[in-house]
């Protein structure tokens, strides 16, 4: 039996769902379109992108000793569609990925556990990657034949759709490589076309400026205004373009434990995960990829939801956030009251708060123009 199919044979019996084979090397174009993707300044403040360029466009200036990479997959396809949850709108809607443990716990032990197996069964030494290190993973799973980087930037999967976590083994051993997948999208652009943002300036591009999943994750500070309502009730990631590529009506639901969603976090009021403190969201989130952006940027996130609920009821919720510690709490939370408080309720708001306020953004989200009254019996969140 050859290396390769030894492999093969050791990572399925450890639950990976697909396995392939790349030379440690890139193509020409996925080197180019990283350069050209920075120098768009499409990463926006991810700046480890930037920083890492070199070894991220190259695996060997990563790993001078590497010759070959193992590309490991794990499947996380959902049971139902996640848009549905779009609709629920004083819940909360958490990306697929995020309903449960982080994947990089669970692919990170079980890419530990194969690539030790290697290192002693077939000798060669071996560096291993989680999503975390300067990979460009999936170039590297197209070469190896796991798919291929549809217009969402993302990878497709003939068996699997758009439902792929990926991790890397780097090898000095020489092994053969799989055959590179070709792109398969065709015309088909659902996933340029559901984007709520427009994030994908044109196909196989994203602007992650305008990314919901880079704004609600990655990004650090205060949200644009011209975001927010296109948010709707995310507030943790966007499935939208994942979840209507058509080749994931090949996919087969996870039978991954920790990929399936805890109860709580599958539609969550947005009325209960506002009035977290720190110490309530380390507990519920304990073990979560959610855990790492923080307390202050999630409740953010929340209150944006909460200002495009349309509930006049939650204006309630997002008045008690006004004396938030957090910046970005305060800010969002005037927000949220201009959209679902009466002209007046917003007034008393303001003049108990505004004056008070050191924060130049909090204080230009209460410079913005108050709600205009409506006649009687009109609910101001109907605007």
């Not at 930037?50 to 396809?77: I, K, Q």
């Not at 995310?234 to 590529?245: N, T």
């Amino acid at each position: 039996m050859s290396y390769e199919s030894e492999i093969r044979d050791r990572a399925l019996s450890q639950g990976f769902d697909a396995v392939g084979f790349a030379p440690a090397d890139l193509a020409a174009s996925a080197k180019r379109g990283l350069a050209e993707y920075l120098a768009r300044g499409y990463h926006g403040d991810m700046g480890w992108l930037a920083d890492t360029a070199d070894r991220r466009a190259d695996p060997r200036v990563l790993w001078p000793g590497a010759r070959s990479v193992v590309v490991l997959a794990l499947n996380y396809a959902p049971a139902s569609d996640p848009l549905s949850l779009l609709s629920a709108r004083t819940r909360a809607s958490i990306s697929v990925y995020a309903r449960n443990r982080d994947y990089h716990d669970v692919l990170k032990s079980r890419t530990k556990a194969l690539a030790r197996w290697m290192h002693e069964s077939l000798g060669g030494d071996v560096k291993i990657f989680v999503d975390t290190a300067p990979v460009m993973e999936k170039p590297l799973a197209q070469a190896a034949g796991l798919g291929w980087q549809g217009k969402h930037t993302n990878l497709v999967s003939h068996p699997h759709g758009s439902w792929l976590f990926l991790a890397e083994i780097y090898t000095t051993l020489d092994l053969k490589s799989d055959v590179a997948e070709i792109d398969h999208c065709g015309t088909c652009r659902r996933c340029l076309d559901v984007c709520p943002t427009g994030a994908f300036p044109a196909p196989y591009q994203l602007d992650a400026r305008r990314c919901i999943s880079y704004l609600t994750i990655e990004h650090k500070g205060h949200i644009a205004a011209e975001f927010r309502a296109a948010m709707g009730n995310r507030i943790y990631g966007c499935d939208d373009c994942l979840a209507v590529c058509p080749w994931n009506k090949f996919a087969t639901p996870t039978g991954e434990a920790a990929f399936l969603p805890r109860a709580e976090l599958s539609a969550p009021r947005l009325a209960d995960l506002a009035e977290l403190d720190d110490a309530g969201f380390r507990r519920i989130f304990s073990g979560s990829p959610i855990k790492r952006i923080g307390r202050d940027r999630f409740v953010r996130n929340v209150l944006i939801a909460i200002g495009n609920s349309g509930e006049p009821t939650l204006a309630r919720v997002a008045q008690a956030r006004l004396t938030d510690a957090s910046p970005l709490v305060r800010a969002m939370a005037v927000w949220a009251l201009v959209r679902l408080a009466d002209a007046a309720s917003y007034a008393r708001a303001r003049e108990a708060h505004a004056p008070h306020e050191m924060d130049a953004q909090v204080l230009a989200e209460w410079s913005a123009i108050a709600p205009v009254p409506e006649p009687l019996g009109v609910s101001p969140a109907r605007r």
